[in-house]
């Protein structure tokens, strides 16, 4: 039976602590930290009351530059009860990126780790907003992110121009429950509260607004479709910045008031230990962190006997990957999910009692409430089951808009509110789908989507560069690696490693071109498009990669 739950994130938590006061809510086993729901609950209010003293407010946009430590989920809590927007930023990205996003989102805050890497963020943001160093903490006045006055930093010490997280819990603890609570009363649960950011078509990132009651309602789901409960302990070692963190992970434990167990940053090892201390009874992870904990050489020296179920999707899952899974880690109700951020994110999930067949060949149907259809590409008209076309979706889970960009939202969702995905994906009888490819050239390496069009544009203002066209090309491990064929200007020389030294420090790594082929042109269409596809073909064949390419 399907219900739809009309909870603010607060609210919810609340709700939850007061059935399960004593569970563990979040667990962190090599830090020696577990909260349990009431905990949890309480801490969240007291960061609540510290952000409006600092002089944060309701609808507010902070960002979060971090990789899963404590504070990212208890930040997660905290911004919602007091309607502030939380803007989660990638944890790969370098100047250019971060310098985008905290301008575009209008960011009144950051909050920060010291690095994450081989990245050094504090001297990373130094470099972006060159005034901090010798601003008073609470004050920043920058030329280039007008907004941002705050900056957070999550760790220990207090880099110049920062507040340390602990002085916002100290602040809480002295401030009025009032206040919070005139606050709370005002909320919606329509308002946007979360906003990640996903690469765009148009070559720039678009913040995608999420509210309580898209990611409540699809975090409910998602819960329901693993069979979740009070009893269910689950690992995660996907980052929080994705909804595969923020919401398969955090938001389905907490509408089922089961334990939040991190890794703060993947390591397989870390993984099998977690799971074993914590016993854990779920874990999720994309199809190449499955196949690292596989590998690991201690493998078998590890009881994960505990795990039922859990989560794998990103890309592409081998049969043979989720044969192991089930019978070696002992996951025999792993669930398959399909979806975007712009759906917040779950459209279609596999259910516990699906035969593996339909966990490899589909990624399974769509969750309750939520409709999917498949329309032709051309004339937008649904199509029979069996046949190929645009897969779209509409219901609760749907997006609010991109922040400041109406036209790019017109696009993305229709006048009747279906979301328009840009994937390609066959529908049974029985309304299990199966990705079958994407409208967009968007490239999926390891589970991150890169669009070609970031990286076009960023390579651009090379001045050796005249033209560049950015295309996936298969791989064994990530799925799909990055290729470029670049068109120098005239007169000029550039060898591979320069390109990808270009690129050093500037974007994320995972978009850095793994393949360089300069060339004098490309292969067009007889009404002048380039044909991407022709350019992908010759890079399998040149770099022998048939045995990795999927059959088309």
Known sequence: MSQQLDFTVGSLLDHI????????????????????????????????????????????????????????????????????????????????????????SDSTTLFMVERFKDTDYVQTLNEVVPELAGSEPGKLVSAELPYLKNVVFL???????????????????????????AVEATLDCHEVINMQYTSGTTGFPKGVMLTHY??????????????????????????????????LGVMACVTHGSAMVPVEIFD???????????????????????????????????????LRTGIMAGSNCPI???????????????????????????ITQTRTDDP??????????????????????????PLAPGKQGELCTRGYHVMKGYYKMAEETARAID??????????????????????????NMIIRGGENIYPREIEEFLYTHPNISDIQVYGVPDRKYGEQVMAAIVLKKGVAMGEEEVREYCQGKIANYKIPRYVKFVDAYP?????????????????????????????
């Open 356 to 381: 593996i067949e339909l966990r490899v060949a589909t990624v399974g149907c769509a969750l309750p409430d939520v409709e999917v259809k498949i329309v032709d590409i051309e004339s937008g008209e």
């Open 17 to 104: 602590a007061g059935r399960y006061p004593d569970h563990d809510a979040l667990v962190y086993p090599e830090r020696g930290l577990r909260y349990s729901y009431r905990q949890f609950s309480e801490l969240t209010r007291q960061v609540a009351k510290g952000l409006l003293q600092m002089g944060v407010g309701k609808g507010d946009n902070v960002s979060i530059w971090a990789y899963n430590v404590p504070e990212w989920v208890i930040l997660q809590f905290a911004t919602a009860r007091i309607g502030a927007v939380l803007v989660t930023v990638n944890t790969s990205y370098k100047s250019a990126e971060l310098s985008y996003i905290l301008n575009q």
């Open 268 to 306: 397989p090892l870390k993984v099998l230990q977690t799971v074993e201390k914590e016993r854990c009874t779920a874990l999720h992870g994309v199809p190449t962190m499955f196949i690292a904990e596989l590998e690991h050489p201690e493998f078998h020296k590890f009881d994960l006997t505990s």
């Open 415 to 440: 006048p009747e509110n279906w979301l328009h995905t840009g994937d390609l994906a066959v529908m049974d009888e029985n309304g299990y789908c199966k990705i079958t490819g994407r409208i967009k």
């Open 524 to 552: 067009m269409t007889a009404s002048g498009k380039i044909q991407k596809f022709k350019l992908r073909e010759w890079a399998i064949r040149e770099l022998q990669l048939e045995e990795v390419a999927p059959a088309s």
């Open 214 to 247: 898209n990611v409540v309602n699809n975090g409910f789901n998602i819960g329901e479709c693993m069979e979740l409960s009070e009893n269910d302990r689950l690992c995660i070692p996907v980052p929080f910045f994705h909804c595969f963190g923020c919401v």
């Open 320 to 346: 043979e990957v989720m044969k192991k899974v089930i019978t070696q880690m002992h996951a025999s109700q792993i669930t398959i999910a399909y979806g975007q951020t712009e759906s917040s994110p779950v």
């Open 155 to 181: 760790g220990e010490g207090e880099p110049a121009g920062m507040l340390n997280f602990s002085r916002i819990i100290a602040l809480g603890a002295q401030a009025d429950d009032a206040r919070l609570a």
